[in-house]
Nanobody, 123 residues
Framework: QVQLVESGGGLVQAGGSLRLSCAAS????????MGWFRQAPGQEREFVAALNWSGGSTSYADSVKGRFTISRDNAKNTVYLQMNSLKPDDTAVYYC????????????????WGQGTQVTVSS
């Protein structure tokens, strides 16, 4: 199983940008599809974005399309989430996760999660 550590969260004003990072270790990173998810207070965790092992296929939640970009650097064992035009509704704890199956990542079917990184967008 791959171990994941999220970072890059913080406090930003509406309209601003942040880039989240998810560093992986433990298994060949390049064999895994990767995804970002988020959970706002009092809400269930939701899918944000995913990409396959090569980065050639991506999927985004409708709420972030055109504003967020997921990418990966297999040489650095890291996946990124570039978040632009942030809105207060984007405030949440952001998590990454991984699976060899792109379909499973998009479905968010995971039994365990890391600590995540807090993103707070002020109005």
């Amino acid at each position: 199983q791959v171990q994941l550590v999220e970072s890059g969260g913080g406090l930003v004003q509406a309209g601003g940008s942040l880039r989240l990072s998810c560093a992986a270790s433990g298994r060949p990173f390049s064999r895994y599809a990767m995804g970002w998810f988020r959970q706002a207070p009092g809400q269930e965790r939701e899918f944000v974005a995913a990409l396959n092992w090569s980065g050639g296929s991506t999927s985004y939640a409708d709420s972030v399309k055109g504003r967020f970009t997921i990418s990966r650097d297999n040489a650095k064992n890291t996946v990124y989430l570039q978040m632009n035009s942030l809105k207060p509704d984007d405030t949440a704890v952001y998590y990454c996760n991984a699976d060899p199956s792109f379909r499973k990542v998009v479905a968010g079917d995971f039994g365990s999660w890391g600590q995540g990184t807090q993103v707070t967008v002020s109005s």
